[in-house]
């Protein structure tokens, strides 16, 4: 008898998570189509060709507030990145050198992939994003460049990601 393969919805480690990539779960995402162009009156980005982009707006844009300056100005992240222990605590300064190359990285490609802010405490370093990806991307860097124990937890009622990294 040839054994039958699981069903597609059972976890597989390593494999990408499609929920976390799925805008419709997102409260700042915006259901309808934006009249185009449309350019956020915050940080500049424009909405052309159904994706917001780093253009240089028309003057007859309209003026919006793209999601994640939305996310900012509403001081509610979709991404939170905590990072513990003692080598973190040592090579803070490292640590958020490389979150915010990563940043730099994404955010050109992704306008809406932000960190919003980072708040250093005595026993860890916090990160919040505007995205969900961003959040994963900076848990991974963490994990690939110096190990420890990275534990992603996605709460899809609230999409936030929580992202924790220890070392």
Not at 27 to 52: Q, T
Not at 119 to 143: F, H, P, S, W
């Amino acid at each position: 008898m040839k054994p039958t393969p699981p069903p597609p919805s059972v976890f597989r480690p390593g494999r990408h998570l499609e929920v976390m990539d799925d805008p419709m779960h997102d409260p700042y995402f915006v259901r309808e189509k934006l009249a185009e162009p449309a350019a956020c009156r915050d940080c500049g980005a424009v909405f052309h060709g159904g994706r917001w982009q780093w253009l240089v707006a028309p003057e007859h844009a309209h003026l919006t507030r793209c999601p994640a300056c939305g996310r900012i100005h509403d001081d509610m992240p979709a991404g939170w990145v905590t990072m513990e222990g003692e080598f973190a605590h040592a090579h803070a300064a490292e640590l958020l050198e490389l979150a915010r190359n990563l940043e730099l990285r994404e955010k050109a490609e992704h306008p809406l992939q932000r960190i919003i802010a980072v708040t250093q405490e005595a026993d860890k370093v916090l990160i919040t994003t505007t995205g969900l990806n961003l959040a994963r991307g900076i848990g991974e860097a963490l994990q690939h460049a110096y190990k420890g124990k990275l534990d992603l937890h996605y709460s899809p009622d609230e999409y936030l990601l929580r992202v924790s990294w220890r070392r």
